[in-house]
């Protein structure tokens, strides 16, 4: 028998409450430590998705109560309270429009704010990949110098410094295309066993499409002011 087929319509929705930080370790298979935090941030969130003649969904996770404690700039400084005010994920969908927003603001642990957005094909009730569906968003940044960098070393090495940064994002999934500019000082990198130690570390760079263009970059061995000095200029 022909005829046209029947759209399935559904709806959810929730929220969830008083969710502690370390439930991350069990998405992401890692420990909280391992990765210089510790604390008692708490989580809450709400999720809303629908499906009759729209497709529609918008979910949020969000700080609602406590901090997190951070390693310091070097291995004498005592960990750090982070004063988080704001930390927030927001998803949102309206058919094949999809967005999500990312916002962490803290007093000592920086600010940051970054969007993004696409369009994907809908085919069964599913988002279907696209690499060349378009895409947007925006990142602004200023991250100050905490030990947090040290988790993306080799064990045994520290990295430290402050990072700024002010980006669009555009191209599509395929080719994601970023312009805007990075900068970074007081970047230090150590290691005691590979009598590795640089310090005072400064970098300004370019976003321009998929490379990283250096228009300067320079950082002093050590040995105060009679340390060797790298300089590179773009």
């Known amino acids: 028998v022909g005829g046209k087929a ?45 499906s009759a003649q729209d497709l529609n969904l918008r979910v949020v996770l969000e700080r609602t109560g406590g901090d997190l404690r951070m390693l310091g700039p070097d291995a004498q400084t005592a960990a750090l309270s982070a004063g988080l005010r704001d930390v927030r994920l927001v998803l949102a969908a309206h058919n094949e429009n999809l967005g999500a927003t990312l916002i962490w603001d803290s007093l000592r642990a920086g600010q940051l704010n970054a969007t993004a957005s696409t369009r994907l094909p809908i085919k069964d009730g599913r988002w279907v990949w696209d690499p060349d569906a378009p895409l947007a968003g925006t990142l ?3 991250l100050p110098p905490v030990g947090l960098w040290s988790v993306l070393a080799p064990p045994g090495w520290r990295l430290g410094g ?27 990198v150590r290691s005691v066993v590979d009598g590795i130690d640089f310090s005072q570390g400064t970098l300004n760079a370019q976003l321009d499409g998929q490379r990283l263009v250096i228009e300067a970059f320079s950082i002093r061995g050590a040995g105060g002011a009679q340390a060797g000095q790298l300089v590179l200029k773009g």
Do not use: F, H, Y
Not at 15 to 35: C, F, H, K, M, Y
């Open 140 to 142: 602004s940044a200023s």
């Open 162 to 188: 402050s990072v700024e940064s002010d980006a669009v994002l555009s191209g599509t999934l395929g080719t994601p295309l970023w312009r805007g500019n990075l900068k970074a000082k007081d970047m230090a």
């Open 6 to 50: 029947v759209q399935t319509a559904w709806s959810t929705r929730g929220s969830l409450r008083d969710l502690p930080v370390g439930w991350l370790e069990r998405i992401g298979n890692t420990q909280l430590a391992n990765l210089g935090l510790r604390g008692d941030l708490v989580l809450g969130g709400q999720w809303d998705a629908s």
